[in-house]
């Protein structure tokens, strides 16, 4: 592998031929794939992770995980329930999102094994003043003990600027539709 990453979350509406083919080159170059998926498209993604041996998860949904064979659930920042019974009695993996350390104390409680701290970088859904940057990412997460996670505008341009913290996943949905993706086999 040719950088410190070590896992790849790649977060899925719905599958398309650019995103197939980006998956099966970051597959062929031997990154450690895992696919997120809401449950609306989870039988087409389900079929194509089992196919393709990709570990996926299901967003904030245990019973869908549970039927469709998951390897576990994602927790989003909005998801604030402790209580969950049914992912232990499943065996389920657990990761989840937070934003800030309030949330990160959720996570927790939650059993979470890894926590996607977001956004790293600017990206439509956050304004200019929310984006976190690679500083600020590393003091809010510096007492963290989980693996972490960056996510959050994370595109082939700034990907460099991960380096310059200590996480040991990353997290994307936007870089996973590129044809820039295509030109560049492996991730830097």
Same mark, same amino acid.
């Given at each position: 592998?040719?950088?410190?990453?070590?896992?790849?979350?790649?977060?899925?509406?719905?599958?398309?031929?650019?995103?197939?083919?980006?998956?099966?080159?970051?597959?062929?170059?031997?990154?450690?794939?895992?696919?997120?998926?809401?449950?609306?498209?989870?039988?087409?993604?389900?079929?194509?992770?089992?196919?393709?041996?990709?570990?996926?998860?299901?967003?904030?949904?245990?019973?869908?995980?549970?039927?469709?064979?998951?390897?576990?659930?994602? #927790?989003?920042?909005?998801?604030?329930? $402790?209580?969950? *019974? /049914? =992912?232990? @009695?499943?065996?389920?993996?657990? +990761?989840?999102?937070?934003?800030?350390?309030?949330?990160?104390?959720?996570?927790?409680?939650?059993?979470?094994?890894?926590?996607?701290?977001?956004?790293?970088?600017?990206?439509?859904?956050?304004? #200019?003043?929310?984006?976190?940057?690679? $500083?600020?990412? *590393? /003091? =809010?997460? @510096?007492?963290?003990?989980?693996? +972490?996670?960056?996510?959050?505008?994370?595109?082939?341009?700034?990907?460099?600027?991960?380096?310059?913290?200590?996480?040991?996943?990353?997290?994307?949905?936007?870089?996973?539709?590129?044809?820039? #993706?295509?030109?560049?086999?492996?991730?830097?």
């Amino acid at each position: 592998m040719k950088n410190k990453f070590l896992i790849y979350y790649i977060f899925i509406e719905e599958l398309n031929e650019i995103i197939i083919k980006n998956i099966l080159i970051l597959k062929n170059e031997k990154y450690r794939l895992n696919i997120i998926t809401s449950d609306k498209n989870i039988y087409q993604v389900s079929r194509f992770a089992k196919i393709y041996k990709i570990p996926f998860y299901v967003i904030d949904n245990t019973k869908a995980a549970i039927k469709n064979y998951a390897s576990g659930v994602f #927790l989003s920042s909005k998801n604030k329930r $402790i209580s969950n *019974n /049914l =992912i232990n @009695l499943a065996k389920l993996n657990v +990761i989840g999102s937070a934003h800030s350390q309030h949330e990160y104390y959720i996570k927790k409680k939650q059993n979470c094994d890894t926590i996607m701290l977001s956004p790293i970088f600017f990206n439509k859904k956050y304004s #200019l003043n929310q984006i976190l940057g690679p $500083i600020k990412f *590393n /003091l =809010i997460s @510096l007492s963290w003990n989980c693996r +972490i996670c960056a996510l959050g505008g994370i595109k082939l341009n700034n990907l460099k600027m991960i380096n310059l913290t200590k996480v040991k996943a990353i997290s994307f949905m936007s870089l996973i539709n590129s044809e820039d #993706l295509n030109k560049k086999a492996h991730l830097q």
